[in-house]
Structures are given as structure tokens and as C-alpha cells.
């Protein structure tokens, strides 16, 4: 540090819960193939028109389960969870607080169809996605790498094996 100037803490941009309303606002107009993200806090913002980044200034888990109770309410989609392969590998020393991070992830999702799939895997299927469909990308102040949770939207009334059923049927 040089002679005379002192060190200050970083500022948290300011978060609010405007990003509540706007989750409320999109659930029932988002379908299936839209996507919503809840990102750490280093997640780049985009500039694919399509993203849309909004800061929380909430705690990762707590904006999860926010945004996980809003899909469970809608009867027109569910979540298809996918998480970065790379989490699992963390370890405490090099971030501390990921164990607990993933106990409390491991609860919320105890019941929730889950992928774990590599980050760069993810991000590709997430900018195809984004080229038609819009995202929500809601960032935390989450500061521990690899534990953005993605939310790949799906038909909640209508699944694999009925789409089968109908196309078995319609042979046109």
C-alpha cells in the first residue's frame, strides 16, 4: 500500500428486492427452454440482448430457494437443475464455506431432478438457449467459485413420456 492512503472495504452495490418483483413478473410469461440462473457474484454479465443480469445482494441460497418456490407455484413449468461438475472439488482451504454451501445446496435440491455437468458444458447449452429464448440471470453476493445454480425451464403439465406416447401415435 503506498505511503498515506488507507485501505477501505468494497462497496456492495446496492440489491433491494426489485429483483422479487421482477422473478414475479417473468415466471408466468417464461416456458419451457427459458432459463433462470442464480449466480455467484463474479458471474460475468452477458451481452447477449436476450440475459438478463439483475444483482440481488441476497445470499446465495436464499435467493435460490426464493426462486425455486416461485417454479414450484407455477403449474406451467418445472426445473431441470444442472450444477458445475467443478464444485465438488472445492475444497475448504482454498474457499472457505463451501462445505457448508454444499450441505445446504444438497438440502434444497433433495427432491429436484439434478445434472451435474462441467461449467463450460453448461455455459455453451446456456448461450445456445439464450439465441431464442430470454434468461434471468439473478446474481448473489456469493464469493466461492463454481456454485451458480442453472434452472433450465421445462412444460410443467406435459413430460418425456407423454411427448413420446403422442409422437408414437402421430405418424404424420
Known amino acids: ?15 433491494g428486492s ?20 442464480v449466480a455467484d457474484w463474479a458471474y460475468p454479465q452477458q451481452s447477449n440482448p436476450g440475459i438478463e443480469t439483475i444483482y440481488t ?13 416461485e417454479i414450484e407455484d407455477a403449474p406451467h413449468i418445472q426445473a431441470i437443475v444442472m450444477l ?7 475444497t475448504e482451504a482454498d474457499a472457505p464455506g463451501v462445505e457448508a454451501y454444499r450441505k445446504g445446496l444438497k438440502k ?6 439434478v445434472k451435474v455437468m462441467q461449467h ?3 455455459i455453451h447449452e446456456l448461450d445456445e438457449g439464450a439465441k431464442l429464448f430470454n434468461v434471468l440471470l439473478l446474481k448473489s453476493d456469493m464469493t466461492i467459485p463454481y456454485t451458480s445454480v442453472f434452472l433450465q425451464l421445462d412444460c410443467g403439465y406435459w413430460n ?3 411427448e413420446a406416447r403422442l409422437r408414437k401415435a402421430f405418424k404424420g
Open 120 to 122: 463450460e458444458k453448461i
Open 84 to 90: 458445475d461438475a467443478e464444485l465438488d472439488s472445492v
Open 18 to 37: 426489485a429483483w422479487k418483483k421482477t422473478l414475479k413478473e417473468r415466471v408466468p410469461v417464461y416456458g419451457h427452454r427459458n432459463w433462470i440462473v
Open 108 to 113: 434444497l435440491l433433495e427432491h429436484k431432478q
Open 57 to 69: 445482494g441476497g445470499k446465495q441460497l436464499d435467493v435460490l430457494k426464493t426462486v425455486l418456490k
Open 160 to 162: 418425456a413420456e407423454k
Open 1 to 15: 500500500m503506498k505511503k498515506g492512503k488507507t485501505k477501505t472495504a468494497a462497496k456492495k452495490p446496492a440489491g
